[in-house]
């Protein structure tokens, strides 16, 4: 069993997480990849992006109209693309409901007692 050593952690405040905001940074401090890999959501999206991808390249050879498989993936395009923003729009309005109910006076409780890693979810995963 391993113990935790308090001395042995960075000081992950709000002054860590303001100057490491980027994606890779994210990554590189959690273990996201490993999610990537080894999830069974992930290797479902592998098989059914596959199964897709043949289903349209025997479309693509088996229609002598370009044309009309054109029109095909245009109207398919533009169904994938609603449904992007459409999830984005989702996201950031869940984070706005998040970020809007921490006011300054939490801000600095949760930063004097170094619990923005905690809020993040790093703490579970950094330290094990």
Do not use: C, Q
Not at 25 to 47: H, L, P, Q, W
Not at 60 to 85: E, H, Q, R
């Amino acid at each position: 069993m391993m113990t935790e050593n308090n001395h042995d952690k960075p000081n992950l405040d709000l002054d860590y997480f303001t100057k490491h905001d980027r994606f890779f940074d994210f990554f590189k401090n959690t273990d996201v990849r490993k999610d990537i890999y080894s999830s069974k959501e992930s290797a479902i999206s592998i098989v059914l992006d596959m199964i897709f991808l043949v289903i349209l390249i025997v479309a693509m050879l088996k229609t002598s109209d370009v044309a009309i498989l054109l029109n095909g993936i245009k109207d398919l395009l533009g169904l994938v693309v609603g449904g992007l923003f459409g999830m984005l729009g989702f996201i950031i309005g869940g984070l706005a409901l998040v970020v809007g109910t921490l006011n300054v006076k939490e801000v600095k409780v949760i930063n004097e007692k170094n619990g923005f890693s905690s809020l993040l979810g790093f703490d579970s995963i950094l330290w094990v």
